[in-house]
């Protein structure tokens, strides 16, 4: 866990790159979301301040984009796409194997193995339909036979 | 490397042609490096070629080079060897010193790692061909085979910055207004607006700041042409806008680019980087007095940003919402603004008509749609990727010449365009040409490109539920047609798959669909229903089909199937069993596993495992299913 002092400092030299400008608000978040690996509550407080605007709409932008997450993510995460090529070339089973065997719904975290199953509206790999990213690494033409290695090779036998 | 500034048009030239003069190796490896080609582990092969390279001591003679997309992203890794365009697909990094002891030492093809369209058949050594390759007419496409995305001086060696050099050189911007509209560019995002007409009218609005912007959210799932164009040739989107700029009188411009898209964001930024430090972006361009910059502004992943109001918002750093036209960007845009938006593909189209001339581009097309048009072709074809064809090619061009027919044993059905906002049009209408005109009046849109190819395999009421669930998730909810309509229409839909539909939800379909049309308040909600519009257009016997006889032709809907085990082939080796996430397989007093109907969730993990050799789990539709009950069998 970070210290409130850590994160504070964190905030402030982000801020310190970005003018007051209200059209920087996004980047900041981006910023937040890359650095500490989820949106706190400081931040959203903190950057209502900093760009004049109401905290309620820092707290709007984050949950309208898909980018921004308010909680703290898991350190293993696994990406299924569920893009239109990928639908119809298996995703959704795809999606429900992985869920099997990680034993998380698709958009949920299992905080005890720190693994999350993530979906997403396609990567612009289509040609390699279905698609998945495992802990930032592309895989394309993932069958479902394929499913328990990569899960095995993510958690171990956890 | 660090340029200095180039300062006039005479300078620009002069370091072209000084690196156009700079002696070339005797060959040049050119390895597909974009997104698509990194998840097939191109990156790998490059380090092997780099690694092999070395130890033979071929750095002299030989240039490897990281390129964009090639567009032929299913025979990925892949490289092409110039001269000769010697074509190898589906490389790995054990395969790399063979290739390089024959083909760059020796100068010979190597027939075993050579393309061949199926085993057995005959080998096909080069790029040239490749039937993929045979109707394309790649404008744009074909500079990646050569054009090393991070190198500002590549670009330049390519006749980058040709067409600027031209525009502020002479023309006045009217004149380039008129050039672009001359040549019938039309925008390439969807709608296809006349690019020059919207040129034209943004540099009319009196302001004293104009903006221009590019998008490249690329929303529509399944679709990547505009990826392959900004990982591939990030220069050429940088000067199409340095071009619009000038013309419409924005000193001004953002790149908008989708977060979903890390190595475009990478791309862009280093190339804006590079542009800038050699004066290229900045104050008084080439000495013209014109000056011109660029930001880029990452998205944040919501497919309704990609509507040109909403993109807008987003850049001022809000909820992108998209709101009620007109008024047009071109008059009230970014900040209140005159702003010029267009797509990815338009602004790479911009300085290649500037080079070559209006009646050059005009002269491929149909009457109404000039040019070329990339395409991303996946689905169920044998050959997917990007591809670029002029317009008037036929749909059943596309998929037969250019995709390479049906997958062994399928038949295709039909073909989805435009994404979510578009149609699926049936085999029937496969002689329709590609342009704008011709899919909007079959009932779906050219859209940015997307094409998916759908053959028996896959059910179309369930692709329909598809796109209404994404565009129920991703509707902005601020107007109630969309809103509520996108619900409705998947609870329809859902009723329907899950084997509760009756004739009335077919009307309730298209009623609802059609008040979308009219109603909603921007294009997602004016275009979501489509696709459920041209399933009751051209597919109704497939809808009727889940809806009076409870089946599903392609035993892809969940409540219309079920699965059964063949006691005459199981084996009782229960790997079933163990594969059933819902626990509904027990063993029965007779040792054989059985399927509690009931408890099943027909996830089909217990077709897959069960052996191949053995294939005693069957896959039944609703009327099999009941034929087999009254026979007796549970
Ligand atoms: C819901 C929705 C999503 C859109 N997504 C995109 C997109 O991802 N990329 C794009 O270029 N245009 C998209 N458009 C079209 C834009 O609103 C706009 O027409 C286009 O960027 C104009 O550029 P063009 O004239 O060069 O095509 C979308 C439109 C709608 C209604
Ligand atoms: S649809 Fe999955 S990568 Fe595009």
């Not at chain 1, 396609?122 to 990213?133: F, M, N």
């Not at chain 2, 299913?74 to 365009?85: A, N, R, S, T």
């Not at chain 2, 500002?152 to 390519?158: A, K």
């Not at chain 2, 598809?466 to 902005?476: I, K, N, T, V």
Request: aromatic residues 6%; glycine residues 10%.
């Amino acid at each position: 866990m970070k210290s409130t002092n850590n994160l504070v400092e964190k905030l402030e030299t982000i801020l310190a790159t970005l003018p007051e400008e209200r059209r920087h608000l996004i980047l900041f978040l981006h910023r937040v979301q890359q650095e500490i690996g989820y949106v706190p509550e400081e931040a959203l407080s903190r950057a209502a301040d900093y760009f004049s605007v109401s905290p309620a709409e820092v707290y709007g932008l984050v949950t309208f984009y898909s980018a921004f997450r308010l909680k703290p993510g898991c350190r293993h995460q696994v990406t299924v796409c569920q893009g239109t090529a990928c639908h119809v070339r298996g995703a959704p089973e795809l999606t429900a194997e992985f869920s099997r065997l990680l034993g998380v719904r698709p958009g949920q975290d299992d905080p005890e193995r720190d693994v999350a199953l993530r979906t997403v509206n396609c990567l612009g790999c289509c040609a390699l339909a279905p698609v998945v990213v495992v802990d930032g690494e592309y895989q394309g033409q993932v069958q479902t036979d394929r499913v328990p290695e990569i899960v095995k090779k993510l958690i171990g036998n956890k | 490397m660090n340029r200095a500034r180039i300062r006039t048009v005479g300078e620009l030239r002069s370091l072209r042609a000084d690196l156009q003069a700079v002696p070339k190796p005797e060959r040049l490896v050119s390895v597909s490096t974009a997104s698509c080609g990194r998840a097939s582990g191109a990156l790998a092969v490059a380090e092997a070629l780099a690694g092999e390279i070395r130890r033979r001591g071929l750095e002299k003679s030989v240039e490897l080079r990281l390129t964009g997309c090639h567009g032929l992203c299913q025979l990925e890794p892949d490289l092409v060897i110039f001269p000769g365009k010697i074509f190898y697909p589906n490389l790995s990094p054990e395969k790399v010193p063979l290739l390089v002891e024959e083909t760059l030492i020796h100068g010979r093809m190597v027939p075993e790692l050579a393309f061949r369209e199926s085993a057995g058949r005959k080998v096909l050594p080069t790029l040239n061909d490749l039937p993929f390759l045979k109707k394309q007419l790649r404008w744009l496409l074909d500079r990646h085979l050569t054009l090393d995305p991070d190198s500002l001086e590549s670009y330049l060696e390519h006749g980058g910055f040709l067409a600027l050099e031209k525009v502020l050189s002479g023309p006045s911007p009217e004149e380039v207004i008129n050039l672009v509209l001359s040549s019938g560019l039309r925008g390439r995002g969807g709608a296809g607006f006349p690019t020059g007409l919207k040129w034209r009218l943004a540099r009319e609005a009196r302001s004293e700041e104009k903006y221009l912007i590019c998008n490249g959210d690329e929303g529509d799932p399944g679709a990547y042409m505009d990826r392959g164009l900004l990982e591939s040739n990030p220069f050429s989107i940088i000067e199409g806008m340095i071009i619009g700029g000038y013309a419409v009188g924005a000193a001004r411009g953002f790149i908008y680019i989708r977060q979903e898209y890390p190595l475009a964001i990478e791309r862009v930024k280093a190339s804006l980087e590079k542009t800038r430090a050699v004066g290229l972006l900045g104050d008084n361009i080439l000495g013209s007095g014109f000056s011109f910059d660029l930001e880029l502004v990452r998205g944040a992943g919501a497919f309704v940003s990609g509507e040109e109001t909403a993109l807008i918002a987003s850049i001022e750093g809000r909820r992108a919402f998209p709101r009620q036209r007109p008024p047009f960007p071109v008059v009230r845009g970014l900040w209140g603004r005159p702003t010029v938006i267009n797509n990815v593909e338009t602004w790479v189209n911009v300085p290649l008509i500037i080079q070559k001339g209006s009646g050059w581009f005009s002269g491929v097309g149909t009457a109404g749609s000039k040019g070329t048009k990339i395409f991303s072709l996946v689905g169920k074809v044998r050959s997917t990727g990007l591809v670029e064809v002029p317009f008037g090619l036929t749909l059943g061009e596309m998929i037969e010449e250019v995709g390479g027919g049906p997958e062994p044993g399928q038949k295709i059905k039909a073909v989805q365009t435009g994404g979510p906002s578009g149609g699926c049009l049936p085999a029937s209408l496969f002689n329709l040409p590609l342009d704008y005109e011709s899919l909007q009046a079959a009932g779906s849109i050219m859209g940015s490109g997307g094409m998916i190819v759908i053959d028996e395999a896959t059910c179309l009421v369930d692709l329909v539920l598809y796109f209404l669930r994404f565009a129920r998730d991703e509707s902005c909810g601020q107007c109630a047609p969309c809103r509520l309509g996108t619900a409705r229409l998947v609870r329809i839909l859902e009723k329907i798959t899950g084997g509760q539909g009756n004739p009335e939800d077919l009307d309730r379909l298209e009623k609802v669909s059609r008040t979308m049309q009219e109603a909603s308040l921007c294009g997602l909600g004016r275009t979501a229903a489509n696709p459920a519009l041209s399933v009751l257009r051209y597919f109704r016997a497939e809808l009727e089909k889940h809806v009076l006889d409870r089946e599903c032709p392609a035993g892809v809907c969940r409540g219309l199937v079920s699965y059964r085990i063949d006691k005459d082939r199981c084996t009782a080796c229960l790997l079933c069993l163990e594969s059933c996430p819902a626990e509904a397989i027990a063993v029965a007093e007779d040792g054989y596993p059985r399927i509690d109907q009931n408890l099943c969730t027909r996830c089909g993990a217990c077709l897959a495992a069960c052996p191949p050799g053995i294939s005693a789990l069957k896959k039944l539709n609703r009327k099999e299913a009941e034929s087999v009950e009254k026979s007796g069998e549970k």
